[in-house]
């Protein structure tokens, strides 16, 4: 028999999902509506997955997650809500849990999510699965960015020039701010364009934003 230890403080919820759960023949459900009730229990008994609210009165699901963990309870823990987990998923990871399953899933999907951290499998919805992929790209490409930004060498004298190219100025206008010939800026431009590896005046502003070489607006 798969022992459940179900915690939701919406009385309602609880007794709902227990009945759902507990029409499979070899589960059976223990439901109590309170992070403290749970932690008091799990010292008495062993349960071979829990079921966890995340918001819940007293204590959330991450807090109450950690509690079980520091008791030396390895046992799977599901976080079972109706909230987008997105924004807590990181901090629910490092809290111990091995899954996720909203409470409008359909009762199948959610026996199946039972099931599947019973055999230590984790658990992670579709929807945020593609959403952390797109983080993961993101962060991939700032770091990348980061990296070739490393190796460029744009010289305070050079990110001064880049300034007034933002604003607009010609080769003519930018000597006359530096007291220099506009064959020097000329020059000077044709360097930092080999070193951002850009071709145009626009591609080099846009890039030194995108690498933080300028700041997003020019005063």
């Known amino acids: 028999m798969i022992e459940i230890l179900l915690v939701d403080d919406h009385p309602s919820v609880g007794a709902g999902t227990k009945l759902m759960i507990e029409k499979e023949e070899d589960m059976i459900v223990t439901n ?3 992070p403290g009730e749970a932690l008091e229990i799990i010292g008495k008994k062993t349960f071979d997955i829990m079921l966890l609210d995340l918001r819940m009165s007293g204590m959330n699901g991450i807090e109450l997650s950690k509690k079980m963990r520091s008791t030396g309870n390895e046992n799977p823990i599901l976080i ?4 987008d987990i997105g924004p807590y998923f990181n901090t629910l990871v490092e809290a111990g849990v091995s899954g996720f399953i909203s409470k409008t899933e359909s009762r199948e999907n959610l026996i199946q999510a039972i099931r599947c951290g019973i055999q230590g499998k984790s658990i992670v919805p579709v929807s945020l699965f593609a959403q952390l992929r797109k983080m993961e790209v993101r962060v991939e490409e700032e ?3 980061k990296d070739m930004m490393e190796e460029v060498s744009i ?3 050079e990110q001064e020039i880049l300034k007034e190219v933002a604003k607009g100025k010609s080769n003519k206008e930018i000597a006359k701010e530096f007291f220099k010939s506009p064959r020097t800026i000329e020059y000077n431009l044709t360097e930092i ?3 951002l ?3 145009t005046r626009a591609e080099a502003v846009l890039k030194s934003k995108q690498w933080g070489i300028l700041p997003e607006e020019i005063d």
């Open 32 to 34: 109590v509506e309170s």
């Open 80 to 83: 079972y809500t109706g909230y």
């Open 143 to 145: 770091k990348q960015s």
């Open 155 to 157: 010289t305070s004298k």
């Open 193 to 195: 364009f080999k070193k």
């Open 197 to 199: 590896q850009v071709k």
